[in-house]
């Protein structure tokens, strides 16, 4: 069965402090996707990275880069020199090779404090 | 180029009705997918269509069911409605092997 967990409920930083978000996930399948998705207030989810489990390289892209271990099955997100903008909840997820859907985690909110 | 678009924004329905969910795909994807988000929680997969069919369904009740359109566009529809089903219904569209392109959502409260 698949499972990813998001451990941290809520987080709050002062802007320009770097904050990492942390996912572990479970899959017995070893062809699976690993995805970020950002949520603001308006409700959509917007796309931040897709990643499959036989690239482990990790990625950087401006402000945010995601670390990718499986040896501890955890694919961690960062955010370097956080702003208000920023302030979202951000959802981790994993759809395995042949399934057609997302399997989410519960979310981790995060504040940006001006 | 217009993404995913999702009406209405936000419903109130009272127990025991029906509703539909309307989602229009973003350009040249062909394939629809929903989710319910219910509050703080993560979103839950319902159900997808692609060439007007079910292919892949969550484990959601027969009360919940769907319909894919020539154009792509989908509905869902919701029977008997409980109090339980107020949530955020989401809908994402695709066209393999790209990702998924998600609207805002529409709102549905059960009273």
Known sequence: AQKVTQAQTE?????????????????RDTTYYLFW???????????LIRRNSFDEQNEISGRYSWNFQKS???FNFTITASQVVDSAVYFCALSEAGANNLFFGTGTRLTVIP | ?????QSPTHLIKTRGQQVTLRCSPKSGHDT???YQQALGQGPQFIFQYYEEEERQRGNFPDRF???????????LNVNA???????????????????YTFGSGTRLTVV
């Open chain 1, 72 to 74: 501890t099955s955890s």
């Open chain 2, 32 to 34: 629809v997918s929903w």
């Open chain 2, 65 to 75: 069911s769907g319909h894919q359109f020539p154009n792509y566009s989908s509905e």
């Open chain 1, 37 to 47: 998705y950002k949520q603001p207030p308006s409700g959509e989810l917007v796309f």
């Open chain 2, 1 to 5: 180029d217009a993404g995913v678009t």
């Open chain 1, 11 to 27: 987080i709050s930083v002062v802007e320009k402090e770097d904050v990492t978000l942390d996912c572990v996930y479970e899959t």
């Open chain 2, 81 to 99: 409605l409980l109090l339980g089903d107020s949530a955020l219904y989401l809908c994402a569209s695709s066209l393999a092997p790209q990702g």
